[in-house]
């Protein structure tokens, strides 16, 4: 048996390492003797699960995962709905902004939850993201314009940027190391089968009631998870990294975050402008909002080179292993979402389905995928086999489905679509999970919040980029080839408007207008999917430089004495008090 006890130093450390690539060393106060059996193994605090009983951990993981599964249902329900939405209001050039501003809500805040876990608490957080995202999707049902929809889509996206990562963090803080990734399959699972519900229940709920219903019926789930975590959730013994909410807001970069979602966000609206309101390169508003884009990225990267605490860290890109973490799980976020995102658009406007079956194959295939890659990957890693290239090989699916998406034929049968699909979301779910463990298994307990963040804060930052880039290239393709097939067509110019404002006003097309229109729209999805191969083969290179950590090793180091210090290194460090484990071997 062995007692354990965890103190921290009197006052935070600006030079405490999240990276135990470097050694401990002992100071003039005193001396530390590390008993371990990996010098290099993070500091972790005990997993909460043994200290709770079994029915109360039970309860907590359906409450926590609750949420995972109302994020993954509005996931597939929305890419679904969105082409019925934008033609509902005749706004079908907005319809892409559905996705992408959601997305840009949940980057912008992810940082905040962070400070929120540190301060306040992993039940604060959760419950204000519940609200956030609850309120959100209220004013979503409620919406009498598709402006007002956006307005209430971002909102939502405040709660959505902190339902995912603070569900991850509660799952670490439970369970051991070693089964994180058991858990991240269970959970998974349960993200799955939002996943396969929300295009079909979704698409059902707007063919038969209106696409409102399809938001009413995410509200029990999402106050549900919030009575839960209220009630339920116990609070890990981590001292906190900041002394009060106060210092953890003023903490924050908050010019580096300005700039980072200012710049993504002139881009969205500068590629917009172009391919929705067809402005030519050279209109005043384009080239403006690209050259803001540009400048806000440049005043980024120097707000971050200079500040005390980065939202992005710059550093760390220095250490291969964490730089190929976050960039794969960047890249990755493009290119699944850029694929996934036209998906529907091609069964609604292509094969001509019903919105539920539009929302079928990609919930379905989504829903398995990500339930069996996932718990493939968990009982992979918990079984102790060696997982070095378990992440690369994951990623060949998404590049090969990708490009076979790119040839796509109305013609095909249906299960040629699934055989397309699936092999897909299986090897971006089992990346995933890689990816997450190679995290996890690299930071102290106390840093999992603000790693954790960050990791969440480029997937999200790439989603954002992989929906809006991928609906500008789309609409950009779809203007091009129509004004090439429809050149000497009297009226062209009012014809395409209409086309890229409602994919019904193809339907009102004569039957070869009709077959050319369907022709470029073709084309231009391809486009779009050859643009996500090769994204993901930007992600495939990166994921080579991931480190496979050993996680079955003793998971917290015990270190006798208070004199010992950290010596400095490691990504994350500013602002971090060390821990100090003390261990009684009996």
């Given at each position: 048996?062995?007692?354990?006890?965890?103190?921290?130093?009197?006052?935070?450390?600006?030079?405490?390492?999240?990276?135990?690539?470097h050694?401990?060393?002992?100071?003039?106060?005193?001396?530390?003797?590390?008993?371990?059996?990996?010098?290099?193994?993070?500091?972790?605090?005990?997993?909460l699960?043994?200290?709770?009983?079994?029915?109360?951990?039970?309860?907590?993981?359906?409450?926590?995962?609750?949420?995972?599964?109302?994020?993954?249902?509005?996931?597939?329900?929305?890419?679904?709905?969105?082409?019925?939405?934008?033609?509902?209001?005749?706004?079908?050039?907005?319809?892409?902004?559905l996705?992408?501003?959601f997305?840009?809500a949940?980057?912008?805040?992810?940082?905040?939850?962070?400070?929120?876990?540190?301060?306040l608490?992993?039940?604060?957080?959760?419950?204000?993201?519940c609200?956030?995202?609850?309120?959100?999707?209220?004013?979503?049902?409620?919406?009498?314009?598709?402006y007002?929809l956006?307005?209430?889509?971002t909102?939502?996206?405040?709660?959505?940027?902190?339902l995912?990562?603070?569900?991850?963090?509660?799952?670490?803080?439970?369970?051991?190391?070693r089964?994180?990734?058991?858990?991240?399959g269970?959970?998974?699972?349960i993200?799955?089968?939002?996943?396969?519900?929300?295009?079909?229940?979704g698409?059902w709920?707007?063919?038969?009631?209106?696409?409102?219903w399809?938001f009413?019926?995410q509200?029990?789930?999402?106050?549900?998870?919030?009575?839960?975590?209220?009630?339920?959730?116990?609070?890990?013994?981590?001292?906190?990294?900041?002394?009060s909410?106060?210092?953890?807001?003023?903490?924050?970069d908050?010019?580096?975050?300005?700039l980072l979602?200012?710049?993504?966000?002139?881009?969205?609206?500068?590629?917009s402008?172009?391919?929705?309101?067809?402005?030519?390169w050279?209109?005043?508003?384009?080239?403006?909002?690209?050259?803001?884009?540009v400048?806000s990225?440049a005043?980024f990267?120097l707000?971050?080179?200079?500040?005390?605490r980065?939202l992005?860290?710059?550093?760390?890109?220095?250490?291969?292993?964490?730089?190929a973490?976050?960039?794969s799980?960047?890249f990755l976020?493009?290119s699944?979402?850029?694929?996934?995102?036209?998906?529907?658009?091609y069964?609604?406007?292509?094969?001509n389905t019903?919105?539920?079956q539009?929302?079928?194959?990609?919930?379905?295939?989504?829903?398995l995928?990500?339930?069996?890659?996932s718990?493939?990957?968990?009982?992979?890693?918990?079984?102790?086999?060696?997982?070095?290239?378990?992440?690369?090989?994951?990623?060949?699916?998404?590049?090969?489905?990708?490009?076979?998406?790119?040839?796509?034929k109305?013609?095909?049968p249906?299960w040629?679509?699934?055989?397309t699909v699936?092999?897909?979301?299986?090897?971006?779910?089992?990346?995933?999970c890689?990816?997450?463990?190679?995290?996890?298994?690299?930071v102290?307990?106390?840093?999992m919040?603000?790693?954790?963040a960050?990791?969440?804060?480029?997937?999200s930052?790439?989603?954002?980029?992989g929906?809006?880039?991928?609906g500008?290239?789309?609409?950009?393709?779809?203007?091009?080839?129509l004004?090439?097939l429809?050149?000497?067509?009297e009226a062209r110019?009012?014809?395409i408007?209409?086309i890229?404002?409602?994919?019904?006003?193809?339907?009102?097309?004569?039957p070869?207008?009709?077959?050319?229109?369907?022709?470029?729209?073709?084309r231009s999805?391809?486009?779009?999917?050859?643009?996500?191969?090769?994204?993901?083969?930007?992600?495939?290179?990166?994921?080579?430089?991931?480190e496979?950590?050993?996680?079955?090793k003793?998971?917290?180091?015990?270190?006798?004495?208070?004199?010992?210090?950290?010596?400095?290194?490691?990504?994350?460090?500013e602002?971090?008090?060390?821990?100090?484990?003390?261990?009684?071997?009996?």
């Amino acid at each position: 048996m062995s007692a354990i006890v965890i103190t921290t130093a009197p006052y935070p450390s600006e030079r405490t390492a999240l990276l135990r690539s470097h050694s401990y060393s002992s100071s003039d106060s005193g001396r530390s003797d590390i008993s371990t059996d990996s010098p290099n193994q993070p500091v972790r605090s005990a997993p909460l699960k043994d200290s709770i009983s079994l029915s109360r951990f039970v309860i907590v993981c359906i409450g926590v995962w609750s949420a995972n599964f109302v994020f993954a249902f509005q996931s597939t329900a929305i890419p679904t709905l969105a082409p019925e939405i934008g033609s509902w209001f005749e706004h079908g050039e907005l319809s892409a902004y559905l996705g992408s501003m959601f997305t840009l809500a949940n980057t912008a805040v992810i940082p905040l939850y962070g400070v929120f876990m540190e301060t306040l608490g992993r039940k604060f957080a959760m419950v204000t993201a519940c609200l956030f995202f609850g309120a959100g999707t209220i004013m979503c049902a409620s919406a009498g314009n598709m402006y007002a929809l956006i307005g209430a889509r971002t909102f939502a996206g405040l709660g959505g940027g902190g339902l995912l990562t603070v569900s991850s963090v509660i799952v670490t803080d439970l369970v051991p190391l070693r089964d994180r990734g058991y858990y991240q399959g269970l959970m998974m699972t349960i993200f799955g089968s939002g996943s396969m519900l929300g295009g079909p229940v979704g698409g059902w709920l707007t063919d038969r009631f209106g696409w409102h219903w399809s938001f009413w019926i995410q509200l029990p789930v999402i106050v549900f998870c919030g009575v839960i975590v209220s009630a339920f959730l116990p609070t890990p013994h981590i001292p906190p990294t900041h002394r009060s909410l106060f210092s953890g807001l003023a903490s924050l970069d908050w010019l580096g975050t300005a700039l980072l979602i200012g710049s993504v966000t002139t881009l969205i609206f500068g590629f917009s402008f172009h391919t929705s309101y067809l402005e030519p390169w050279s209109s005043p508003t384009v080239w403006g909002m690209l050259l803001a884009s540009v400048l806000s990225a440049a005043a980024f990267v120097l707000v971050e080179m200079k500040v005390k605490r980065p939202l992005v860290p710059l550093r760390v890109f220095k250490s291969n292993h964490i730089s190929a973490v976050m960039l794969s799980g960047f890249f990755l976020s493009v290119s699944n979402q850029a694929f996934m995102y036209q998906i529907p658009v091609y069964f609604a406007v292509i094969v001509n389905t019903s919105t539920a079956q539009a929302g079928l194959i990609i919930s379905l295939c989504g829903g398995l995928g990500l339930a069996l890659g996932s718990l493939i990957a968990g009982q992979y890693i918990r079984s102790g086999y060696p997982w070095r290239w378990l992440g690369p090989i994951s990623l060949v699916p998404p590049v090969v489905g990708a490009l076979v998406a790119a040839t796509w034929k109305p013609i095909l049968p249906w299960w040629s679509y699934y055989m397309t699909v699936f092999p897909c979301i299986l090897g971006y779910s089992t990346f995933l999970c890689v990816q997450l463990i190679a995290l996890v298994s690299s930071v102290d307990s106390k840093l999992m919040p603000k790693a954790t963040a960050l990791l969440y804060t480029t997937r999200s930052l790439g989603a954002t980029l992989g929906v809006s880039v991928g609906g500008s290239i789309q609409l950009g393709a779809l203007a091009s080839q129509l004004k090439i097939l429809f050149e000497g067509l009297e009226a062209r110019d009012q014809i395409i408007n209409s086309i890229l404002h409602s994919k019904a006003a193809i339907r009102l097309l004569t039957p070869r207008l009709q077959s050319l229109a369907l022709s470029a729209y073709a084309r231009s999805l391809s486009t779009v999917w050859l643009f996500s191969a090769g994204i993901a083969v930007l992600t495939v290179v990166s994921s080579v430089f991931i480190e496979a950590k050993e996680v079955h090793k003793e998971e917290r180091r015990v270190i006798k004495g208070t004199g010992g210090g950290i010596s400095e290194g490691g990504p994350f460090a500013e602002g971090i008090g060390p821990a100090t484990i003390e261990g009684e071997r009996q």
